[in-house]
């Protein structure tokens, strides 16, 4: 089956405590990205990647990590959480090209306290 | 101003009415267009793509205004089951994947 997956789901941690969220997909897609969801906001990019060890920054990378150092991995690390850092967390794969879908994992919900 | 704004609603309406969303766009370099609904706590998945010809999938249809910036989508005889959170999706296409969405918005149909 074609899938997203997002570990862990629900994570409640403290500030500074670095921790890591992982994202895998099965479908050998080039662009994979995070996005952080927030109420009024709706989902704001935070970096993406095009391809192995190819990753930019989006819209809100500030406090956040990435690395591409395989196809199916794109992880995000919090080195140093904050409580502005607690959200609703996606991961998203697409297909190279401009009309492609993007599949988004189950979500990673963080809270920093 | 925001890079693609929509109405965040909510909208209530009855089982049977038509609703339509709009989502205008700032950026004018704007290249593929998208719908994607969420339903609650859940990840957002591809409702339709929206093509310049405009597109129709049963009671959806999505069209695209290039000169006005804009992009609609029209839900006919709503159901329950579209109870949801309607996301448009705008690629910028600058040679990366950038996918601007808009905050959403909120349907609530009624029996």
């Known amino acids: 089956e074609a899938q997203v997956t997002q570990n862990p789901r629900y994570l409640i941690t403290v500030t500074g405590k670095k921790l890591t969220v992982t994202c895998s997909q099965n479908m050998n897609h080039e662009y994979m990205s995070w996005y952080r969801q927030d109420p009024g906001l709706g989902l704001r990019q935070i970096y993406y990647?095009?391809?192995?060890?190819?990753?930019d920054k989006g819209d809100v990378p500030e406090g956040y990590k990435v690395s591409r150092k395989e196809k199916r991995n794109f992880p995000l690390i919090l080195e140093s959480p904050s409580p502005n850092q607690t959200s609703l967390y996606f991961c998203a794969s697409s297909a190279q090209g401009l009309n492609t879908e993007a599949f988004f994992g189950q979500g990673t919900r963080l809270t920093v306290v | 101003r925001k890079e693609v704004e929509q109405d965040p609603g909510p909208f209530n309406v009855p089982e049977g009415a038509t609703v339509a969303f709009n989502c205008t766009y700032s950026n004018s370099a704007s290249q593929s267009f998208f719908w994607y609904r969420q339903d609650c706590r859940k990840e957002p998945k591809l409702l339709m793509s929206?093509?310049?010809s405009g597109n129709e999938d049963g009671r959806f249809t999505a069209q695209l205004n290039r000169a006005s910036q804009y992009i609609s989508l029209l839900i006919r005889d709503s159901k329950l089951s579209d109870s949801a959170t309607y996301l448009c999706?705008?690629?910028?296409?600058?040679?990366?994947?950038?996918?601007?969405f808009g905050a959403g918005t909120r349907l609530f149909v009624k029996a």
């Open positions: 990647s095009m391809n192995v060890e190819v990753t």
């Open positions: 999706a705008v690629n910028m296409g600058t040679g990366g994947f950038k996918t601007i």
């Open positions: 929206v093509y310049s």
